[in-house]
C-alpha cells in the first residue's frame, strides 16, 4: 500500500489519536474549530453499495469545514459497478485524478485494499462487506463520540452487544473501545458470535469481555446496549429475542443508552423512539462533526 494518509480502519489509531479526532468534532460542532485550509479540495464518494448517513454526512462535513463535493452519483452511474465492466483497480485511478480524498463503500471487504493500493489520493473506509476483514471505522468514531457525549467519558463504562458481533460498525466499535477501560457484554447465541480474530485482538489489549446467556441480562447489566442490526437471514430465526422495544428496556439502568448504527428496521421498535435511553439519532447527527474531524485530519497529514 503507498505512504498516503488512507483511513481505512481504526485499528491504526491509538487512545490518543481517537481523543484528538473527538476533540475536534467537539471543536466542530461548537462552531469552534478553525476551518481546514481546504478551500479548493475536492472529496468524491465512491460508494458501491447504497448509504445514507455516511455519505451524506461526509458530503454535509466536507462543505462544512470549506471543501467542495463531486455530485452524488450511484453506483450504476459507475462503471465499476458489479458487472465489473471497469476493474476497481482502473476506477480508483481514474477517480483519483478528479478528487483530492474519495470516500469509499463496497460490499467485500477485500475490495477496500484493492482501491486504496490504486488510488493517488486518500482513501477513507465508509464499510467494506461483512465479517473477517470489513471495518466501518468513521461509524465507531460516531459511536465513541456519541457515548462520550452523554456520559461524559468512555472508561468505566459496561457496553452491552445486541445483535450480529460480525458485522462491520460492531467489528470497528469494539476494536475502538479497546482503547478505554471498559467492560464489554455479549450474547451467547452461536450465529452472531465474535470472530476468533476479534476475541484474540480484544484479549490482548486485555478487555474485560463477558458472555451472556440472556438478552434480558444483557439489557440490565449495560450503560450501553448497542444493537448492531442481524443479518437479514437470521432475523426470522432470532428477530423477537434480538428486537427492542420499550417494554423490554424497562428492565435497564435508569441512564442507559441505546444505539444503533441505523437503518433499524427489526432491530429496535419505533416505541424506544420516545424513551429516555434512544440516542441513534443523536449519533448519526454527530456524524457530521465527526467526519469534518476525520477530513481535517486527512487533508491535513496530506499537506492542507
Ligand atoms: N451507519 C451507516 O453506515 O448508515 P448508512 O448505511 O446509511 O451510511
Not at 494518509?5 to 460542532?29: E, G, K, M, P
Not at 455516511?54 to 459507475?78: K, N, P, W, Y
Not at 441480562?217 to 423477537?240: C, R
Amino acid at each position: 500500500m503507498s505512504d498516503l494518509c488512507h483511513f481505512l480502519t481504526v485499528r491504526n489509531l491509538d487512545r490518543h489519536q481517537i481523543d484528538n479526532i473527538l476533540n475536534s468534532a467537539h471543536s466542530y460542532s461548537k462552531g469552534a474549530a478553525p476551518q481546514c485550509p481546504t478551500g479548493k479540495k475536492l472529496l468524491a464518494s465512491a460508494f458501491f453499495e447504497p448509504s445514507l448517513r455516511t455519505q451524506t454526512s461526509f458530503e454535509a462535513a466536507m462543505i462544512r469545514i470549506g471543501g467542495h463535493i463531486l455530485g452524488a452519483r450511484s453506483t450504476s452511474g459507475s462503471r465499476a459497478n458489479a458487472s465489473h465492466e471497469e476493474s476497481l483497480s482502473d476506477s480508483a485511478r481514474v477517480m483519483s485524478g478528479y478528487a483530492d480524498v474519495i470516500v469509499f463503500r463496497h460490499g467485500s471487504a477485500a475490495a477496500l485494499k484493492v482501491y486504496a493500493d490504486h488510488s493517488e489520493v486518500p482513501v477513507i473506509n465508509a464499510g467494506n462487506g461483512n465479517g473477517s476483514e470489513a471495518e466501518h471505522p468513521t461509524q465507531a468514531l460516531c459511536d465513541l463520540y456519541t457515548i462520550k457525549q452523554h456520559f461524559g467519558q468512555i472508561d468505566g463504562l459496561t457496553v452491552g452487544i445486541v445483535g450480529s458481533l460480525q458485522k462491520r460498525a460492531v467489528r470497528s466499535l469494539l476494536h475502538a473501545l479497546s482503547n478505554y477501560k471498559v467492560r464489554i457484554l455479549i450474547p451467547n447465541t452461536a450465529p452472531i458470535r465474535i470472530l476468533l480474530e476479534d476475541e484474540v485482538y480484544l484479549s490482548e489489549r486485555d478487555v474485560d469481555l463477558i458472555v451472556l446467556d440472556s438478552v434480558e441480562d444483557l439489557i440490565k447489566a449495560s450503560d450501553v446496549i448497542y444493537h448492531g442490526g442481524l443479518a437479514a437471514d437470521w432475523q426470522q430465526q432470532l428477530g423477537e429475542e434480538f428486537f427492542l422495544t420499550a417494554d423490554r428496556l424497562k428492565g435497564a439502568r435508569a441512564g442507559a443508552i441505546v444505539m444503533h448504527p441505523m437503518p433499524r428496521p427489526g432491530s429496535i421498535s419505533t416505541d424506544v423512539d420516545k424513551t429516555i435511553h434512544a440516542k441513534y439519532f443523536d449519533c448519526a447527527k454527530n456524524g457530521v462533526a465527526v467526519r469534518m474531524a476525520v477530513l481535517g485530519r486527512v487533508l491535513q497529514a496530506e499537506g492542507g
